[in-house]
C-alpha cells in the first residue's frame, strides 16, 4: 500500500513542495510510497538547522 511521505526540517513534518516521486521496493518493483521533492529554500532550510544542532 502506497502512502505520501513528508520531509523531516529542523524536527518539522512537512510537504515537499516540488514534483513527486515515488519510491519503489527494489525486490518487487511496487511503490512503497510518494515524497514530493524539496525545493532549494527547504533543502537550505534542513542544511541550517543541521548546523545548528
Keep these: 500500500m502506497a ?3 513528508k520531509l523531516l526540517i529542523n ?3 512537512v ?3 516540488g514534483e513527486s516521486l515515488a ?3 527494489p525486490s518487487t518493483g ?3 510510497c510518494e515524497v514530493a521533492e524539496a525545493t532549494a529554500e527547504q533543502v537550505e532550510a ?3 538547522a543541521a548546523r545548528e544542532a
Excluded: K, L, P, W
Design 3 to 5: 502512502f505520501t511521505a
Design 11 to 13: 524536527g518539522e513534518s
Design 30 to 32: 511496487s511503490t512503497i
Design 15 to 17: 510537504d515537499g513542495a
Design 46 to 48: 534542513a542544511v541550517r
Design 23 to 25: 519510491v519503489q521496493n
